[in-house]
């Protein structure tokens, strides 16, 4: 374990590779911003269009990239704005500018012409709305017929279940008459009463209802001689954990079977969600507090991109939705300009920008401390006393994180390691739009974009596609022959996978993830607690619940092995 300082000592921790983040270059970016600004209110002046062409000299930009970003920006913007965007002519000799085709300012078939085409559009721009209200409800409803047929389909099969089970036990019953009728026929002499025993080797099934059949291990009396026994092994009783994460019976037996096992680390991890539960005997919180530590663990070297997707990544976490959201996160995060006014844009202030490296502030330093360990780039830290939130992502075509005063005062460095871990999750490429995106549906319909990006004959919805098309048309500029060449392999992936998509659920198992990278990280189930209790002002249950399977796993065991943060087995001497 390590002092308070977020430092990794050189000697004795070795750097990762760094994992792919969004970033866009800063020229891009100051480009992509000024073009958003100046397509605002619909019209591209011919000052403008002298500024655009100035930035893109003093930004370094091919004409062609420029063209691109170009392409996108107006289409989110027309996207969302359901009108064109205009280009000024530039001024004749003779005349003033004005918007081209040039005409006489006071030709009257023209004035009455540019009115006519004002209103078409203004009804064109009411239908597009009433058309995309109405196709809101016709996808509510599909979803709705697709949840009762879903519900319909479910309730036939308990059915059929039903009915195969009745009809079993009504077969037992009937074999079960059948031998009662069978011993009743046996005739003794009428001088003796019947022998009681001759009644009792008469085995007479009872059909037993399947729920009385599932008994927890309590119930059953396992030192009955010739039972083979409930298993020891700690992969089966952690099995066990995940119907009830709680259950602190399994949990000490899960304990004993590690004693024998002879693996003190997985058993310190046990022993540590047993203190925390106040359900630990003597021998348990003995162990968990000889090696308890109110430093910060040292780890050997950071995580690999392997250990992330195999060990850490929450095991319900579809890594494909993941991996195609990740190829166009830039281009969304680009195409989000257009939605908010110039001026009116989240923009850190630049004189709030902090060094992790450099800074004494103890909430600065743990994000480059955490960022080293999970390798990851550090994104732009802003320290901002005056917010007072906990933790914020930026959401520029550059990502940055604003520290509030919920972080800058009165954390423990632990509460710190976890909070950096769990933020710093959200920054990995297939991460990100999970914060980005503002709806679940509005992230199922970028899903949907790209996917149709790489197989334009993706089957959809007439509903989704109104929503979708007019984003594939905002992406697919910005995006590269081998970005389209991934996207339409991926999709062969998602055709094989059975064509399912269930962002609800990914974007529950990302959360699931970030928890794990903050315990990783704290390497305290309280500390865990309090964080989330000060993020959401409620009950954690569920939250800690999952952290409590993952931090007794053999999974979780051998990331912490394979980082060097485990307990060595000679510690437990």
């Known amino acids: 374990m390590s002092d308070d300082a977020f430092t990794h000592h050189a000697a004795h921790f070795e750097p990762g590779i760094v994992h792919a983040g969004v970033e866009l270059s800063e020229a891009e970016a ?8 100046v397509i605002w209110d619909g019209l591209i002046t011919t000052s403008n269009q002298l500024r655009l062409e100035n930035a893109r000299k003093v930004f370094g930009l091919s004409p062609q990239r420029t063209q691109q970003l170009e392409a996108a920006l107006t289409a989110a913007h027309e996207m969302r704005t359901d009108s064109s965007v205009l280009i000024e002519a530039e001024e004749a000799p003779s005349s003033r500018g004005t918007l081209a085709p040039t005409a006489a300012a ?32 016709v996808n509510e409803l599909e979803e709705l017929v697709e949840q009762l047929q879903s519900a319909l389909q479910s309730t036939l099969q308990e059915l059929a279940d039903a009915h195969e089970e009745l009809s079993a036990s009504s077969q037992e019953l009937v074999s079960s008459r059948r ?11 009428a001088s003796q009463p019947p022998p009681l025993d001759s009644l009792r080797g008469v085995d007479i099934p009872f059909p037993a209802h399947s729920l009385t059949q599932k008994r927890h291990d309590d119930e059953i009396d396992w030192s009955t001689p010739g039972h083979t026994g409930p298993s020891d092994d700690p992969s089966d009783l952690h ?13 000490k037996r899960m304990f004993d079977a590690l004693r024998r096992r002879q693996d003190i680390d997985r058993r310190w991890c046990v022993a540590q969600v047993l203190v925390y539960l106040g359900e630990a005997n003597d021998e348990q919180r003995e162990l968990y507090e000889r090696h308890a530590h109110a430093g910060l663990v040292t780890p050997r070297r950071a995580v690999n991109e392997d250990e992330w997707r195999e060990l850490l990544f929450h095991s319900t976490q579809d890594h494909l939705i993941g991996d195609v959201l990740a190829e166009v996160a830039e281009a969304v995060l680009l195409g989000q300009l257009t939605r908010l006014k110039p ?13 992790p490296h450099e800074s004494s502030v103890q909430a600065v330093r743990s994000f480059g401390w955490a960022a080293e360990f999970l390798g990851q780039k550090v994104p732009p830290l802003y320290a901002d006393p005056a917010f007072e939130g906990i933790t914020e992502m930026v959401l520029t075509p550059n990502p940055a994180t604003r520290l509030g005063r919920g972080s800058l005062v009165g954390r423990t460095n632990k509460e710190l390691a976890f909070l950096a871990g769990q933020h710093l999750c959200w920054y990995r490429k297939e991460h990100l739009l999970g914060r980005a995106v503002g709806s679940l549906q509005q992230l ?3 899903l949907l974009a790209a996917l149709a990006i790489g197989n334009p004959a993706l089957p959809m919805t007439e509903a989704k596609k109104d929503r979708v098309e007019p984003l594939v048309e905002a992406l697919q500029p910005l995006l590269d022959e081998a970005t389209i060449l991934r996207l339409q392999q991926l999709y062969d992936d998602f055709a094989e996978a059975g064509c399912i998509v269930d962002v609800a659920r990914w974007h529950r198992a990302v959360e699931r993830t970030a928890l794990f990278s903050g315990l990783l990280l704290a390497n305290d189930l309280d500390v865990a607690e309090a964080v989330l209790t000060l993020q959401q002002h409620n009950a954690t249950d569920v939250e800690m619940e999952e952290l409590i399977v993952f931090f007794t796993a053999a999974r979780c065991s051998e990331l912490r092995r394979r980082v060097g943060i485990a307990l060595a087995p000679q510690t437990a001497l």
Do not use: W
């Open 239 to 251: 099995r066990q954990l995940d119907d009830d994460p709680r259950d602190t019976h399994t949990l």
């Open 30 to 37: 100051k480009y992509a911003e000024l073009f958003s600004e």
């Open 444 to 446: 199922e319909d970028v």
């Open 179 to 189: 031998e009662i009728e069978a011993a009743k026929s046996v005739r003794t002499p």
């Open 343 to 355: 001026g009116c844009r989240q923009q850190p202030d630049e004189a709030l920008l902090v060094d």
């Open 106 to 137: 006071g030709d009257p078939g023209m004035q009455a012409l540019q009115l006519r085409i004002r209103t078409l559009e203004k009804d064109k721009r009411e239908l597009r709305s009433s058309n995309r209200r109405l196709s809101g409800h």
